[in-house]
Structures are given as C-alpha cells and as structure tokens.
C-alpha cells in the first residue's frame, strides 16, 4: 500500500493528464475538416530535393509557415494546372494570412521537368510557389514517403504520367495534419487551413 499522501498524488496526476487529453480529444472534434486528418501519421515526414536555383530544400526550411505539397508534372494535361490554381486561389482567399501558406510543387517527371521548367512553371500560378525535382531515385524515395503512386504511361512516341491526386498539408511547427482532396474547391482548403490556422499552439 501506497502511503496516502502519495495516492493523493498519483491521483491528482491521473486527474491532470485525463483532464489535458480530454481537453484535447474536445479540441480535435471542434475542428469539422473537409479533408482526411492524418494528424500523427508515420509516413509525410519530410522530403529532401532540389529547387529551381539548385538548392536543396527540407521541410524544416518552412518552420513557422504552412506548407501544403502537391506532387505532379509539368506537362499534366488538366490535374496539375488544376491544383495549383486552386491553390494560388487558397492563398488569395485565406487573405493576408496566405503569406503564411507556402506552396510546394514537387516533380514525379524529372527526366523532362528541368529546373528552369519547374519555376516557369509554378511562377506561372503563383511567384511564392516553389517547384522541386530530384533524380528518378530521389523522387521514388520522396514518393514512397508520401504514399504517392506514380507511373509512366506510353503514349504514341512520348508518355505521359499516371499519379496521385492528393494534396498534403503540413502545420507551422512541420508537422503533417491533412491530406486534402482533389475534388475539393479553393473554398474547403482554405476552410480547412484557417481552421488549422485558428487552433494553432
């Protein structure tokens, strides 16, 4: 037997940490996301590739911002273009708290998709928006990491690219919070963001 001051103890703890986890458990179902919450996963971790300039760029880059990561290629016939004006819409939309969103574009081409391709193009949706590329075997692990599916898909004397729709969203302090929907309009990501942006800690 425990001494009763020490019960009294273990009990005030016990009474702390379930008052703090319900506390939290209430805040997370305050939270009404039109995306998947993937809060906690153990995949989405980071992602080490170049940019336009060369450099090369980790997610702890962008601590203290939002970063939401969209994986495609630059001759995408309709998905890509769809997205990333989409997200250059969030941006304008969430107001002047879209200084905080950051995009990132992130190549599963990189055998066409250059560096001077990758910022004319993400350029051409938003000037903040940032393309990265890596080799075919850099861009395998980044999509592995993200559980993004990809592949090359013939057609006639060139290809083209089957791959994932998924848009990933990540929280100020980098940790990973929502995989958003493609079907989803510039309206429910930015609902979603400012949530996040309103319960931040």
Do not use: W
Request: proline share 2%; with cysteine.
């Amino acid at each position: 037997m425990y001494p009763t001051s020490h019960m009294s103890q273990q009990r005030r703890q016990f009474l702390a940490v379930s008052l703090a986890l319900g506390l939290a458990a209430c805040d997370r179902k305050s939270l009404n996301f039109n995306s998947i919450d993937i809060t906690g996963a153990d995949y989405c971790r980071d992602f080490k590739l170049n940019d336009s300039d060369g450099k090369q760029r980790q997610l702890s880059d962008f601590r203290g911002r939002y970063v939401l990561v969209f994986f495609g290629f630059t001759q995408c016939p309709d998905i890509c273009p769809t997205a990333l004006a989409r997200a250059a819409a969030v941006k304008q939309k969430l107001g002047k708290d879209g200084d905080q969103l950051q995009v990132i574009f992130i190549s599963i081409d990189p055998e066409r998709d250059t560096a001077d391709l990758m910022r004319a193009y993400t350029h051409n949706f938003d000037p903040s928006f940032i393309g990265l590329r890596g080799s075919a075997e850099q861009t395998k692990r980044v999509a592995d990491e993200f559980k993004v599916f990809y592949a090359k898909v013939a057609t006639g004397s060139s290809y083209t690219m089957d791959h994932s729709t998924l848009s990933y969203l990540f929280d100020s302090t980098g940790k990973i919070r929502l995989a958003m929907r493609h079907e989803h309009s510039a309206d429910q990501f930015a609902s979603d963001i400012r949530q996040l942006m309103q319960h931040a800690t």
